[in-house]
């Protein structure tokens, strides 16, 4: 009888530390919260199913009963929970595709027809970093008539490497701050202000972080909510693969928001826990974008971008650049450009331009202190 005691004591305990170390480990290695529940869950249920095998503390046929419902509800909970994770958003890149940003284009978010402008683009050739594509797509929209779109397309370039494409004084690049060459070859014009923003699910209680505490989480030093003020829940951070964000980020990863990212190699040691994928809206998920994606995608995504120093990402904020990640914006030419590109650098840093500027969701850069 003793023996008959200390076996099913000696199960039972087996069973329950199976649970825990199980859980243990999940919890380790980044599972879903859903996961963990339902192992120490099953586990529960488990240690009851085999505590009534062993005392016959039931009517006939109730052990068959709570088996039977055991794997009935564990199986829809498993698909409920797998078709929910299905259908999660995933936030690309630009939000808007840029090619519904061409000039003209018939489901172009924005219109600017042929403003009120006395400046030519017949000789100007434009081009600039592919996320700056919405912003001087639409500089030529208000300038270029609509009565010859083909031309518009014509006078425009995006590419990840601008000064390829800077050839002669009528051209003119835009490109953020931290693409600027070290040396003093080109001339730069400040024309608009954009900003690296972090962001979560909607539902994520966090809802401010500081640049240490999200340099810390991706290099991997913190890897729970918890640690930033949140419930128990590991962070899922992802990271974007080969995309303007992602030389962004790295530029505030190194922490040198001053120097410029084309005196160094590109590379950066990544955290082991980051997920270099297109960003998935888990409720433990945390994610960046530029500033102007973010304005798009925002409205019908369910996420939020979080605080950073006690700083909102505002429009406001960014254009004072009182956010801590702002990024200055720039037109770039080489020395001694055209008299009519000149007139196109001056009109940029007008009202008229920069009332475009805040409508494609940039901060302005004439409200700079």
């Known amino acids: 009888m003793v023996l008959t005691k200390m076996i099913r004591l000696v199960v039972l305990s087996t069973i329950l530390g199976i649970g825990l170390i199980t859980v243990i480990v999940c919890a380790f290695l980044g599972v879903s919260m859903f996961y963990l529940w339902f192992i120490s869950a099953a586990t529960i249920c488990v240690l009851i199913f085999v505590t009534l095998m062993f005392y016959q503390w039931h009517r006939p046929g109730f052990r068959r009963m709570f088996f039977i419902s055991m794997i009935v509800v564990g199986t829809v909970s498993i698909y409920t929970y797998e078709q ?6 995933m936030i690309e890149e630009p939000y808007i595709p840029l090619e519904q940003w061409e000039p003209f284009h018939p489901n172009r978010p924005l219109e600017f027809r042929e403003e009120d402008v006395s400046v030519s683009l017949d000789s100007i050739q434009i081009a600039g970093s592919t996320f700056l594509y919405p912003l001087y797509s639409s500089f030529v929209e208000a300038i270029v008539s609509d009565e010859d779109p083909l031309q518009a397309h014509q006078k425009l370039t995006a590419s990840s490497d601008p000064l390829d494409e800077l050839e002669d004084s009528n051209t003119v690049v835009f490109m953020p701050e931290y693409l600027l060459p070290a040396d003093e070859s080109y001339e730069t014009t400040p024309i608009a202000n954009d900003a690296l923003v972090f962001f979560t699910h909607q539902d994520q209680e966090v809802t401010e972080l500081s640049r240490d505490q999200v340099q810390a989480i991706y290099n991997g030093d913190m890897a729970n909510w918890s640690q930033v003020g949140g419930t128990v829940q590991s962070i899922r951070n992802y990271q974007r693969d080969e995309e303007d964000s992602q030389l962004a980020f790295e530029w505030f990863m190194r922490g040198e928001p001053s120097s410029s990212l084309m005196e160094d190699s590109i590379g950066m040691n990544q955290s082991e826990s980051s997920v ?18 973010y304005y798009y995608a925002s409205s019908n995504h369910h996420i939020q971008a979080l605080a950073l120093d006690d700083t909102e990402p505002t429009q406001q904020a960014i254009s004072l650049k009182n956010y801590p990640i702002s990024i200055t914006i720039y037109a770039v030419t080489l020395p001694n450009p055209s008299e009519e590109l000149n007139q196109f650098i001056e009109w940029l840093q007008s009202d008229q331009a920069q009332t475009i500027v805040e409508a494609v969701g940039f901060g302005t850069s004439n409200d700079e202190q």
């Open 84 to 89: 929910r994770s299905g259908d999660l958003q």
């Open 276 to 293: 270099v994928m297109t960003y998935e809206n888990y409720e433990n998920a945390i994610g960046y974008t530029f500033f102007s994606n």
